[in-house]
Nanobody, 122 residues
Framework: VQLQASGGGLVQAGGFLRLSCAASGRTSSYYDMGWFRQAPGKERDLVAAITWSGEMTYATDSVKGRFAISRDIAKKMEFLQMNSLKPEDTAVYYC????????????????WGQGTQVTVSS
């Protein structure tokens, strides 16, 4: 499975961005998907996740009410809508996929996109 993330950029605080992740290769619908982010000098942390069916989602406390994860199973796409962005949201964002039970640790995800930079200015 190959993942291609896009949609990052530079935005002012309070603005919004929509990240996209396209899956290709030996794909099937039965992958849980997640968005992680990594700021300089920090670990790669889960931001949001969604089950393969799209029925269950998870968002870390710091982005609840601001970010929303979704997916289009037919198009093999995953999205992260990011609203009310803050400078502390600045990081490289990665989409990731895994099979089996949903997970919150980066080590549980076997497939990764290349990352897209999100920079929020104050």
């Amino acid at each position: 499975v190959q993942l291609q993330a896009s949609g990052g950029g530079l935005v002012q605080a309070g603005g919004f961005l929509r990240l996209s992740c396209a899956a290709s290769g030996r794909t099937s619908s039965y992958y849980d998907m997640g968005w992680f982010r990594q700021a300089p000098g920090k670990e790669r942390d889960l931001v949001a996740a969604i089950t393969w069916s799209g029925e269950m989602t998870y968002a870390t406390d710091s982005v609840k009410g601001r970010f929303a994860i979704s997916r289009d199973i037919a198009k093999k796409m995953e999205f992260l809508q990011m609203n009310s962005l803050k400078p502390e949201d600045t990081a490289v964002y990665y989409c990731a996929a895994k099979q089996g039970c949903p997970g919150i640790l980066a080590a549980e995800y076997g497939y990764w996109g290349q990352g897209t930079q999100v920079t929020v200015s104050s």
